[in-house]
C-alpha cells in the first residue's frame, strides 16, 4: 500500500489532508512534538478497504457515523480507547472494535499506537449474513436483506478471533506482495469474503 506522509501544520487540531473516506471530524495531536501522520490506504473492491495508520503519538481523534461501512479497528501496537456513546471499548492486539455504521465515535490513540482500519461495507456484511442464514437453515432462496449488529468488540485470542486475525493478516500479506493496480484478483477473492464471514460468525448479535 503506497505510503503518504502529512505534516504537523498545527500543534491544536490537525488541519492537515485527511481523505473524507475516514470520516474524521477532528484529530488533535496531544504531542504535537511526535506528531507524524502515516496514511495508507487500498480498495480491494467488494466493499472491503484497507487503512494502514500511525501518527507518531497520542491523539485524540473524533469521527462521524460512516453510514454505508462497518468499521474493524485491529491494533498492530499499543492501545485505542474508542467511546461511540456507551461504554468505552479497548482495541488492542488482543482485541478489535468494530464500529456500526451510524456510531459517532471518540478514540484516544497511545504514543505507540498502530492500527488496520477494516472497512466493510454495510451492503456487502448484510449480503453475506443472507448466505449464512440460507446455510443454517438449509433453504434454497435467500431470506430478506435485514440490517445486521455486530458485537463491539472481538477477542482475538479465542478461536474466532484468531482464526479472523489470521485471514485479516493473510489479506494484508498479499496486499504487501503487490501494488495495488497488480493484485491477482484470484489472490483477494476468497479472503475478501472470509473476512467478512469470519466476522459475522464471531459477533453477529441476532
Same mark, same amino acid.
Given at each position: ?6 505534516? *504537523? ?14 470520516? /474524521? $471530524? @477532528? ?40 453510514? *454505508? ?13 474508542? *467511546? ?37 461495507? $454495510? ?14 437453515? #438449509? ?18 485470542? @479465542?478461536?474466532? #478471533? ?5 485471514? =485479516? ?13 497488480? /493484485?491477482?484478483?484470484? $489472490?483477494?477473492?476468497?479472503?475478501? @469474503?472470509?473476512? =467478512? ?10
Amino acid at each position: 500500500m503506497p505510503s503518504r506522509d502529512m505534516p *504537523n501544520r498545527s500543534n491544536m487540531d490537525y488541519s492537515g489532508d485527511i481523505p473524507d473516506r475516514l470520516r /474524521i $471530524r @477532528r484529530l488533535v495531536p496531544l504531542d504535537p512534538e511526535r506528531f507524524h501522520a502515516d496514511m495508507r490506504h487500498v480498495d480491494i473492491g467488494e466493499g472491503v478497504q484497507l487503512s494502514a495508520i500511525t501518527w507518531g503519538g497520542p491523539v485524540e481523534v473524533e469521527t462521524a457515523p460512516l453510514l *454505508n461501512r462497518f468499521l474493524v479497528t485491529v491494533p498492530l501496537a499499543g492501545e485505542i480507547t474508542v *467511546n461511540s456513546g456507551a461504554d468505552d471499548v479497548v482495541a488492542d492486539t488482543g482485541h478489535a472494535v468494530i464500529i456500526d455504521p451510524h456510531a459517532e465515535t471518540t478514540q484516544t490513540w497511545s504514543d505507540d499506537a498502530a492500527a488496520i482500519w477494516l472497512h466493510l461495507a $454495510r451492503d456487502g456484511v448484510e449480503d453475506e449474513a443472507r448466505h449464512l442464514l440460507r446455510a443454517e437453515e #438449509g433453504g434454497v432462496a435467500l431470506p430478506e436483506r435485514r440490517p445486521v449488529r455486530l458485537a463491539p468488540s472481538l477477542d482475538l485470542t @479465542r478461536a474466532q #478471533g484468531q482464526r479472523w486475525r489470521a485471514t =485479516v493478516q493473510r489479506l494484508v500479506d498479499v496486499l504487501d506482495e503487490y501494488e495495488p493496480d497488480a /493484485i491477482p484478483s484470484h $489472490r483477494v477473492t476468497v479472503l475478501r @469474503r472470509e473476512v =467478512v464471514t469470519r466476522l459475522l460468525r464471531a459477533t453477529w448479535q441476532r
